[in-house]
């Protein structure tokens, strides 16, 4: 009898264990879902708050509200100019992978390249590039061209060195018994070097859609007539600190968009590796 009682007690310990880990795992699956957006309504909301409160002007320091009002009457505004900076973010991103990725794999694949190329590379890298931008005015003119070569020039070095890391991650104890099975060259890379590496290369592509956008605002502040990046300076030289704080909020927003889309991609292509904590 008391064997019995000992043993309904355990598992009666054993549910209630369970149960309260399961609550565990929901509170925490809600809140890693949710932690971004709480972040966002903390911060915004004591924006809200705090502006009036401290008494500082609309002029200078407009609140969130006003800038979401501000977004909202003037969208047709922002949308004409919203799909010339997308036009130039995406085709100087495509051309960072397009060019990135290859040079990756040469890099790779031949030691003589490496050390060929790498110092240029760097050396490329470390220039600002809003010193370039008047430059690229003068030799491309005030169309498309400059802004996109902007936005692939700033782009395309996280893709390269990405890639090269994750091509270079692999264990070389896989690549030898791949090889020991009969694979080739093409058939290792497809198999087993791209997949490996493609966490690595998303995330690449995460750090270069995002400095696409910053890259192509930069060659519109220099020389453009449409785009977000020439919008906020006509804001700017108006005095419009609203407009001017719509068309920041409305560039972020254009940046996360683009970061969820790389990261959409990622999840239905690549595999996702456990994080060590």
């Known amino acids: 009898m008391a064997s019995a009682d000992i043993v309904s007690a355990g598992e009666a310990r054993r549910k209630q264990g369970k149960s309260m880990s399961g609550k565990k795992r929901a509170r925490g699956s809600w809140l890693d879902r949710y932690s971004a957006l709480i972040v966002a309504v903390v911060l915004i909301g004591a924006w809200q708050i705090l502006v009036p409160l401290s008494g500082i002007s609309a002029f200078v320091l407009p609140t969130p509200l006003a800038i979401a009002e501000r977004i909202v009457k003037d969208l047709p505004l922002l949308s004409t100019h919203i799909y010339v900076t997308l036009f130039e973010v995406i085709f100087g991103f495509t051309f960072g992978v397009l060019i990135g990725v290859p040079l990756a794999l040469a890099i790779f694949y031949s030691k003589a390249f490496e050390r060929a190329i790498y110092p240029i590379l760097v050396g490329l890298q470390t220039v600002p590039k809003v010193s370039l931008a ?131 991609i990622e999840s239905r292509v690549s595999h996702k590796r456990d994080v060590a904590k």
């Open 134 to 264: 008047p430059i690229l005015v003068l030799y491309l003119g005030y169309g498309w061209a400059p802004k996109i070569v902007l936005a692939f020039l700033i782009s395309f070095f996280p893709i390269v060195i990405s890639t090269v890391v994750g091509l270079q991650s692999l264990d070389k104890n896989l690549v030898n018994l791949v090889r020991s099975m009969g694979a080739n060259e093409w058939q290792t890379f497809f198999k087993l070097r791209l997949p490996a590496a493609l966490p690595n290369i998303f995330g690449g592509f995460k750090v270069a859609i995002s400095l696409a956008v910053i890259g192509a605002v930069i060659g519109e502040y220099v020389a453009a007539e449409r785009g977000l990046g020439y919008l906020q300076l006509q804001a700017n030289s108006m005095f419009d600190t609203t407009l001017n704080f719509a068309t920041v909020v409305t560039i972020s927003a254009l940046g996360v968009m683009l970061y969820f889309i790389i990261d959409v």
